[in-house]
């Protein structure tokens, strides 16, 4: 089993940053990729980003390519994901997941969510 915690979450004004990590234990194994998902009232939950804890392979969503990052700490199983230049759509539950294949289609691990709130 493999947990995952997240932190970081809160409230921002429009334009300002924040930077969300999350914290994977359990029975891991090297390929595996982590990241982020996000789920705002009433909509779908949308991809924000995946990076490969082996490689360091990054991919994005479309909405916030440029502004979001993700970096990887493999020493302790952590990533973040620093998220500049923040919108109020960005406002969201955002999910942290993990997929031990790797491809991230359907990440097998979900942390609990963590509420970020932009105001305009």
């Known amino acids: 089993q493999v947990q995952l915690v997240e932190t970081g979450g809160g409230m921002v004004q429009a334009g300002g940053s924040l930077r969300l990590s999350c914290a994977a234990s359990?029975?891991?194994?090297?390929?595996?990729?982590m990241g982020w998902f996000r789920q705002a009232p009433g909509k779908e939950r949308e991809f924000v980003g995946v990076i490969g804890m082996n490689n360091g392979t990054e991919h994005y969503g479309a909405s916030v390519k440029g502004r979001f990052t993700i970096a990887r700490d493999n020493a302790n199983d952590t990533i973040f994901l620093q998220m500049n230049s923040l919108k109020p759509e960005d406002t969201a539950v955002y999910y942290c997941?993990?997929?031990?294949?790797?491809?991230?289609?359907?990440?097998?691990?979900w942390g609990r969510g963590t509420q970020v709130t932009v105001s305009s």
């Open positions: 997941a993990l997929d031990p294949t790797g491809s991230f289609r359907y990440p097998t691990y």
């Open positions: 359990g029975r891991l194994v090297s390929t595996y990729t």
